[in-house]
């Protein structure tokens, strides 16, 4: 009697919360996690954390305060919100009119560390650290921690300068932190925008730990963890090159000098953006991947940063597919083991292809030929959404465009072996659909992708999909007959995938009984 009462109450429970249990899997259902109608949703980031939870945050535009406030919601391992339906505000201080540029990360005992602007005092945007407890209480002060960026000379305008972008990576009790700073400045008799980037380090008690912060002058900055407590800076320079720094916790570089990736390597094109992909590898080294101008062509570029600074030759730093006529747009990259895989849109006389390949630590191509997923008028674009890897292959996760100047694209997802040969592809999602920005976390065999949709010109969300990443199929197909049937095969259990249960499980999760979902704690 016991047992069937605990059992009523997580019943009640589960039907009582409904939409708050998420990890509801299918390929075209999805939920909101925030109430209908919330509106002006950017700056999507997501966080998996080694208990199996997912941290979300997101930034909405306030007409009321004429910026941005940052929100923060947590799915527990059964995606079930820990929060009340639309998150909790962490930060509603004034910010630019930009959409705000920010960074999370986790510390060691799982609490939450963001990077964040605002425009408070009357100066320019400034960034503050902010360490949050998973029940969303500040540990240090709910103001934050100041970086307080340097002037950058005696001839810029201190008032003026903004701090425009961030890196944030915590390794143990180091913290480290960096920002870029921007300043008008007068050269020549002209008014330039001058940029640099100052990383310091602050302890877990949110102190600044290092007295003067490292300054490199550059556009683009990358933090990855490292060996031994330190982490790489990757960067951009002046003159178009890629470098590398190996930073212990004092700033000290433990290669003595940048390491030379790749020179006069970066897209400088009419207009420069600098682009570059990285991803740590198993062996605690840097795989990267970045758009290079060769002869007159633009191409994507692999190179691997080894933990003592080696890197592949700049020479025979291979370019993924033969370099032919024609310019590489977005790509993607995802790493495992010592390889690495690299999603990318080539558009070539007037027909835009998805291609991919597979390259390994050591420089050398997997295959013999890159692979077209797919391909069409260039007057469609593709959005490349994921990689993901797996031990006998790897998921890619991607749009399609459907109509000539739109933003509405179908979305699939495509398994392919380990010799780059496709298995099987899937849609998800309703045709036509309309995503402004995403986030995928996997967990076991389903992938939670986080996204906000365009509705009536609105950018509406954040909602989640959870799809099965096994198969080509997601959720429940068809339940055997009996497992409805009369007597005691009614009381057969079964898991979302449809696979019958011997018995009633005792292990904590969603299953099936009688036709009804039911929550086992």
């Known amino acids: 009697m016991k047992k069937a009462f605990m059992m009523t109450i997580v019943l ?31 700056g999507l980031h997501t966080l998996a954390t080694a208990d199996g939870k997912t941290i979300v945050t997101w930034v909405v535009y ?11 919601q947590i799915l527990d391992a059964q995606g079930y919100q820990t929060f009340a339906k639309g998150g909790i505000t962490l930060n509603s201080k004034p910010t630019p009119t930009d959409v705000p540029n920010y960074a999370i990360a986790l510390a060691p005992n799982g609490d939450i560390l963001l990077a964040y602007n605002d425009s408070r005092d009357g100066h320019g945007s400034r960034y503050y650290l902010y360490r949050y407890t998973q029940t969303g209480q500040p540990v240090w002060s709910a103001d934050g921690v100041a970086f307080q960026t340097k002037s950058l ?117 009419i207009t420069y953006r600098p682009h570059v992909c990285v991803d740590a590898t198993a062996d605690g080294g840097v795989a990267m991947a970045y758009n290079k101008v060769s002869d007159s062509q633009t191409v994507t570029v692999f190179n691997y940063l080894s933990p003592d600074g080696k890197v592949i030759s700049n020479s025979q730093a291979p370019a993924i597919g033969d370099i032919e006529d024609g310019r590489v747009d977005d790509f993607i990259m995802a790493t495992s083991g010592n390889t690495s895989i690299v999603l990318y849109v080539f558009a070539q006389e007037g027909i835009d292809k998805l291609r991919y390949n597979a390259i390994g630590h ?144 005792s292990c904590a999760g969603i299953y099936i009984n009688k036709g009804i979902k039911i929550l086992v704690k």
């Open 12 to 42: 009640l429970c589960a039907v009582a919360q409904g939409a708050w249990a998420q990890w509801q899997p299918s390929d075209t259902e999805y939920t909101r996690l925030t109430e209908e109608g919330t509106s002006a949703q950017y």
């Open 62 to 72: 306030s007409r009321e305060t004429m910026g941005y406030q940052l929100y923060l």
């Open 153 to 269: 000379g005696s001839n810029g305008d201190d008032e003026s300068a903004t701090e425009s972008d961030c890196a944030l990576v915590c390794q143990g009790d180091n913290i480290f932190f960096a920002v870029c700073r921007v300043e008008e400045k007068v050269i020549d008799g002209s008014v330039v925008n001058e940029r640099q980037w100052q990383v310091k380090v602050f302890n877990a008690n949110g102190e600044v730990a290092t007295p003067e912060p490292l300054c490199i002058n550059s556009l683009v900055m990358y933090l990855l963890p490292a060996p031994d407590g330190d982490v790489y800076a990757i960067y951009d320079t002046p003159f178009y090159n890629v470098l590398a720094q190996r930073l212990d916790a004092t700033l000290t570089d433990r290669w003595d000098e940048p390491v030379e990736v790749d020179w006069d390597a970066l897209n400088k094109d």
């Open 362 to 505: 050591d420089g050398h191509y997997l295959w013999d030929a890159t692979m077209t997923l797919s391909e069409h008028d260039e007057a469609y674009s593709f959005e490349i959404i994921d990689i993901i890897p797996q031990d006998d292959g790897w998921v890619l996760v991607y749009g399609k465009g459907t109509a000539y100047a739109t933003i509405r694209s179908n979305f699939y997802i495509t398994k392919i072996g380990l010799d780059g040969t496709t298995l099987w592809t899937k849609q998800i999602l309703p045709d036509e659909f309309s995503m402004n920005a995403s986030n995928l976390v996997t967990i076991g065999q389903y992938a939670h992708l986080y996204f906000t949709e365009n509705i009536n010109f609105t950018t509406e969300g954040p909602f989640l999909l959870t799809t099965d990443i096994t198969n080509a199929n997601t959720g429940i197909q068809s339940l055997p007959k009996e497992s409805v049937s009369e007597g005691a095969e009614a009381n057969a259990w079964y898991t979302l995938d449809g696979h019958r249960l011997p018995a009633q499980p």
